[in-house]
């Protein structure tokens, strides 16, 4: 098994982010987005990473760029390594399989959220208001319910601590009303369209995150697509409203965590190697459910 990577190092290189789990590099006017195995839980970094995690997420995100481009175009460059700049090219071992070079865009500033199920913040939200980000909805709705139709949700981005919900009107403020209804249109389109190849492996795609951004005045679907990460992908088998449903993601992880004496504060406690190893079995039963194939 490859080793894992909670960290890059690529001396020679301007790095420009650090996020919770990718590092992102500027290279010959392009950005490299490193995809490491490290993973967050409320908020804070494990101390461990989970094995092959970062591959997941750039494979994923690859299938799916490739599976969505008759809908909308994307910031992929290239995610073979030979076909890196050369002086990338003594870092192969880092970057092989988790990373990408892709355009620099100006990313807009809200997080494009579809949401087809009550879930999350979005259960949160329509306990207290009865709707999800102004949009008012039926009354009697479960945890985990479908929706009648999916929905457009944005958010903030945070740079740090959790995105906050707004409303459509509050993003057409941020980015201005034609932006926002392209957005939003967008983000729906793409969702139903990955919502229905989920459900064709078995698997629900409750909600989902996208991120989009201009190049050459072009609007480009950017940043990780449709990974455990920025979506809430349910086994459909088990599929069961009134409460929360099992995941594929870092459940095993936040379930573990619930159990400790642990504020949430950094630093974050050490992971038995059971969770570690049965959260790495769910992203990579995750990518093969999807793409039909394994890692």
């Not at 208001?129 to 008012?136: L, R, V, W």
């Not at 929905?151 to 926002?180: C, L, M, R, Y």
Request: one cysteine or more.
């Amino acid at each position: 098994m490859p080793a894992v990577i909670t960290a890059t190092d690529l001396p020679g290189v301007e790095r420009v982010a650090t996020g919770k789990v990718r590092d992102v590099y500027s290279v010959d006017g392009h950005l490299l987005i490193v995809a490491t195995d490290r993973i967050s839980a409320f908020d804070c970094i494990l101390p461990q990473g989970i094995p092959g995690k970062g591959r997941v997420l750039t494979q994923m995100s690859l299938f799916w760029f490739d599976f969505l481009s008759s809908l909308v175009p994307n910031h992929m460059i290239t995610a073979n390594v030979d076909d890196f700049p050369p002086l990338l090219l003594p870092f192969k071992d880092q970057l092989e399989g988790r990373s990408m070079l892709v355009k620099r865009c100006r990313m807009e500033p809200v997080e494009c959220v579809a949401r087809g199920y009550v879930s999350g913040s979005g259960w949160k939200d329509y306990k207290r208001t009865e709707a999800i980000c102004g949009i008012p909805l039926p009354s009697g709705l479960r945890e985990s319910d479908r929706l009648p139709e999916p929905i457009f949700t944005p958010a903030t981005k945070a740079e740090t601590g959790h995105d906050e919900n707004i409303s459509f009107e509050a993003a057409a403020q941020a980015v201005g009303e034609t932006t926002a209804a392209l957005l939003r249109d967008l983000t729906l389109r793409i969702y139903g369209a990955a919502a229905l190849h989920a459900e064709m492996q078995g698997i629900i795609l409750a909600d989902t995150k996208f991120e989009f951004g201009w190049h050459q005045g072009q609007l480009l679907l950017g940043d990780e697509v449709l990974t455990p990460d920025s979506s809430r992908y349910w086994p459909r088998d088990s599929y069961a409203p009134g409460g929360p449903q099992k995941s594929f993601d870092k459940q095993f992880v936040r379930d573990y965590l619930e159990t400790l004496d642990w504020n949430k504060q950094p630093p974050a406690p050490p992971l038995p190697e059971d969770v570690i190893a049965r959260t790495a079995e769910k992203y990579h039963e995750a990518y093969a459910r999807i793409t039909g194939k394994a890692l």
